[in-house]
Nanobody
Framework: QVQLVESGGGLVQAGGSLRLSCAASGVMFGINAMGWYRQAPGKQRELVATSTSGGGTNYADSVKGRFTISRDNAKNTVYLQMNSLKPEDTAVYYC???????????WGQGTQVTVSS
């Protein structure tokens, strides 16, 4: 099993920055991608950013140019640097780890990010 623990969320003013961390533990064999999703009140969970073991990244259009995902493979940790935060970024942010074979997704408990006007 894989356990994911997020940290770094909080309350920040619009235009500010936050850095989220996700520490993974357990059996990491076969985990080929890690990333971040978010869910705002009354909304469905949406992809924010993903990072593959090969170094590829993918971002939601709404965060391109503002958010950066990075990984420290030695520490099994993924980060999300969030700059120029907007109130629309307010959501619970979830860490995700994907095992390709067989296909399975692991999720963290979520960390709240609140951006005030």
């Amino acid at each position: 099993q894989v356990q994911l623990v997020e940290s770094g969320g909080g309350l920040v003013q619009a235009g500010g920055s936050l850095r989220l961390s996700c520490a993974a533990s357990g059996v990491m064999f076969g985990i080929n991608a890690m990333g971040w999703y978010r869910q705002a009140p009354g909304k469905q969970r949406e992809l924010v950013a993903t990072s593959t073991s090969g170094g590829g990244t993918n971002y939601a259009d709404s965060v391109k140019g503002r958010f950066t995902i990075s990984r420290d493979n030695a520490k099994n940790t993924v980060y999300l640097q969030m700059n120029s935060l907007k109130p629309e970024d307010t959501a619970v942010y979830y860490c995700n780890a994907k095992r390709s074979w067989p296909s399975h997704d692991y999720w963290g408990q979520g960390t709240q990010v609140t951006v005030s006007s």
